[in-house]
Every structure is written in structure tokens, then in C-alpha cells.
């Protein structure tokens, strides 16, 4: 059985400003709303194609086949070099399905993976002893804290 502490209950960490001024703009249910959607992936991820060297329509043919897709993804409505993928969700998480291993990455990595990026190298912070490359792992993102006293 997976420890209990690996349940799937994302949060997001406001800026107290920043907080305090979207409550106020937005009142608290809509603050709660915008705080659990900023956790979920996107339901209609986005790819942009190089249109100097293909095609939008030959993009979508080839990530059709790719992803094995029913049908193409659909040129975005307004910026023309961007294709629109379908989305599913939200999904039910089973960490049981990856045996309690487990990678921790960067920030930027996991914005990469929530867009549909392999996990890299430079972005792995820590791992389960004895993953090996292509298993299924749970992905868990290890958040950079600020350093008091220091600005940016």
C-alpha cells in the first residue's frame, strides 16, 4: 500500500498581496475557484508549429498519427500557427499504478511535464532508488523557496 501522505492535493501559494487583492477584486469563491483550477492542467493544451517548415495542416496530420488520435487537433481560432489538442480530465489518480516509485523535479521541469514533456535530467531533483529509464513513476515538484532577505 502507497503511504498516505502521496495523495494528490495540489495547492497554490499566493503572494499575500497578491491574495489579499484578488479576494478583494474577486471576492473568496472566486479566489478558491481560480486556486484550485491554477492546479489542474489545461483541458485544451496548445502546440505551435513552425510554419516556416510545415505546415499547420501536415502538423495536425502528423500529431493525429503520433498520439494515435481520432482526429486531428483544430488550428487555434485566432493565432493561426497554433494547433489545439483534445483534453481529458480531471482524471482519477492511482499511484498504486507506478509501485510507490517516484522522481522529485524542478519548477520548470514540471511545467514542461503538465504540457506533455518527458522528464530530463537537468530538471530531476531526486528519485526512488532503482527507477529505471521509461518506468511509470509519480511526479512530485519540489517548489524553490525564496532566501530571506534576498530579492527577486
Given at each position: 500500500m502507497i503511504d498516505a501522505r502521496r495523495c494528490f492535493a495540489p495547492t497554490v501559494t499566493w503572494d499575500p498581496e497578491v491574495k489579499a487583492y484578488f479576494t478583494h477584486s474577486f471576492?473568496?469563491?472566486a479566489m478558491?475557484?481560480?486556486?484550485?483550477?491554477?492546479?489542474?492542467?489545461?483541458?485544451?493544451?496548445?502546440l505551435?508549429?513552425?510554419t516556416l517548415k510545415t505546415s499547420t495542416t501536415d502538423a495536425?496530420?502528423?500529431?493525429?498519427?503520433?498520439?494515435?488520435l481520432e482526429c486531428a487537433p483544430l488550428p487555434?481560432?485566432?493565432?493561426?500557427?497554433?494547433?489545439?489538442?483534445?483534453?481529458?480530465?480531471?482524471n482519477t489518480i492511482d499511484y498504486d499504478q507506478c509501485g510507490g516509485k517516484e522522481v522529485v523535479v524542478n519548477r520548470y521541469a514540471a511545467?514542461?511535464?503538465?504540457?506533455?514533456?518527458q522528464v530530463y535530467a537537468p530538471g530531476l531533483l531526486a528519485a526512488t532508488?532503482?527507477?529505471?529509464?521509461?518506468?511509470?513513476?509519480?511526479?512530485?515538484?519540489?517548489?524553490?523557496?525564496?532566501?530571506?532577505?534576498?530579492?527577486?
Open positions: 471576492g473568496q469563491p478558491e475557484r481560480i486556486s484550485q483550477s491554477l492546479c489542474r492542467p489545461s483541458l485544451k493544451p496548445t505551435r508549429i513552425n495536425a496530420e502528423a500529431v493525429r498519427k503520433q498520439l494515435k487555434h481560432k485566432y493565432i493561426h500557427s497554433t494547433l489545439v489538442l483534445p483534453g481529458t480530465g480531471p511545467e514542461a511535464i503538465l504540457k506533455g514533456a532508488k532503482g527507477v529505471l529509464e521509461g518506468e511509470l513513476v509519480a511526479v512530485t515538484v519540489a517548489l524553490e523557496q525564496q532566501k530571506p532577505g534576498k530579492g527577486g
